[in-house]
T-cell receptor
Framework: KNEVEQSPQNLTAQEGEFITINCSYS?????LHWLQQHPGGGIVSLFMLSSGKKKHGRLIATINIQEKHSSLHITASHPRDSAVYICAVGPNTGNQFYFGTGTSLTVIP | DAGITQSPRHKVTETGTPVTLRCHQTENHRYMYWYRQDPGHGLRLIHYSYGVKDTDKGEVSDGYSVSRSKTEDFLLTLESATSSQTSVYFCAISETTFGEQYFGPGTRLTVT
């Protein structure tokens, strides 16, 4: 049983396209995180959400607590956005994050 | 960038040998985590620490032990390495239980 499901698993886009990555979860949460991992690289935190919407540059993250769903949007995608995007949820009981298996994004020039 | 380092960054070892990975932070964060990352599985928690000498098991803790004798260091030991423990290991830190996590650069471990 996977508490966090991401879709799609793989995504290829042309430079400039609007991209959406989805995350659905099955537990009550205290926080949801979006992480980015470049090929061969480390992992960085993009957003931490408990409600609503956050924006950082061309990246937007939204969360719908009632529907247990979050989306990560990338506007005007660029090849440097090529990475794996990981959704992680901190449940409202317990001490361990649940991680999605990631969405691998490739942006073609 | 958060001050978090891992050592070694790469290691090749033989089945049956003990291995210790080190995570060092300069941020004075309370929580420290060890994850492994394998294709098709995503990140999986091995052990975590919520303070000096306070540790708990994660979902894949069998074959691993940890120690935290001071705030800045969290050690992961593979007591007798097996090929199934070939993986990339990440350390992470956070100030609060589900606060923003800062990840180390990772250690690629190969057990032959």
């Amino acid at each position: 049983k996977n508490e966090v499901e991401q879709s799609p698993q793989n995504l290829t886009a042309q430079e400039g396209e609007f991209i959406t990555i989805n995350c659905s979860y099955s537990v009550g949460i205290s926080a949801l995180h979006w992480l980015q991992q470049h090929p061969g690289g480390g992992i960085v935190s993009l957003f931490m959400l408990s409600s609503g919407k956050k924006k950082h540059g061309r990246l937007i993250a939204t969360i719908n607590i009632q529907e247990k769903h979050s989306s990560l949007h990338i506007t005007a995608s660029h090849p440097r956005d090529s990475a794996v995007y990981i959704c992680a949820v901190g449940p409202n009981t317990g001490n361990q994050f649940y991680f999605g298996t990631g969405t691998s994004l490739t942006v073609i020039p | 960038d958060a001050g978090i380092t891992q050592s070694p960054r790469h290691k090749v070892t033989e089945t049956g040998t003990p291995v210790t990975l080190r995570c060092h932070q300069t941020e004075n964060h309370r929580y420290m985590y060890w994850y492994r990352q394998d294709p098709g599985h995503g990140l999986r928690l091995i052990h975590y620490s919520y303070g000096v000498k306070d540790t708990d098991k994660g979902e894949v803790s069998d074959g691993y032990s940890v120690s935290r004798s001071k705030t800045e260091d969290f050690l992961l030991t593979l007591e007798s390495a097996t090929s199934s423990q070939t993986s990339v290991y990440f350390c992470a830190i956070s100030e609060t239980t589900f606060g923003e996590q800062y990840f180390g650069p990772g250690t690629r471990l190969t057990v032959t």
